[in-house]
Nanobody, 116 residues
Framework: QVQLVESGGGLVQPGGSLRLSCAAS????????MSWYRQAPGKERELVAL????????KFADSVKGRFTISRDNAKNMVYLEMNSLKPEDTAVYYC?????????WGQGTQVTVSS
């Protein structure tokens, strides 16, 4: 049974930091590119950060470049999103995604709220 379970979301003040984690199981994690997406109320889901199966070539949305970092631990089947200098516009539900040759798996999402 494929599972992606996100954790680490919450309420944070502007300028603060959060670290999201995604625990994967039920598939060969090391073969899959891993991504974080987010969806704000009334908006479409957007790609935030992407990391290849080997952990190289990270890509980021322009809106988060220089503030967010994506990493993975293939030994632990984990992917992380380190978010710094958070802004109110970063408020969204954040989703973990695994992708391999047209196969996509999604987590249930974790809420991140940036507010004073």
């Amino acid at each position: 049974q494929v599972q992606l379970v996100e954790s680490g979301g919450g309420l944070v003040q502007p300028g603060g930091s959060l670290r999201l984690s995604c625990a994967a199981s039920g598939f060969t994690f090391s073969r899959y590119a891993m991504s974080w997406y987010r969806q704000a109320p009334g908006k479409e889901r957007e790609l935030v950060a992407l990391l290849s199966s080997s952990g190289g070539s990270p890509k980021f949305a322009d809106s988060v470049k220089g503030r967010f970092t994506i990493s993975r631990d293939n030994a632990k089947n984990m992917v992380y999103l380190e978010m710094n200098s958070l802004k109110p516009e970063d408020t969204a539900v954040y989703y973990c995604n695994a992708h391999y040759f047209g196969v996509n798996y999604w987590g249930q999402g974790t809420q991140v709220t940036v507010s004073s």
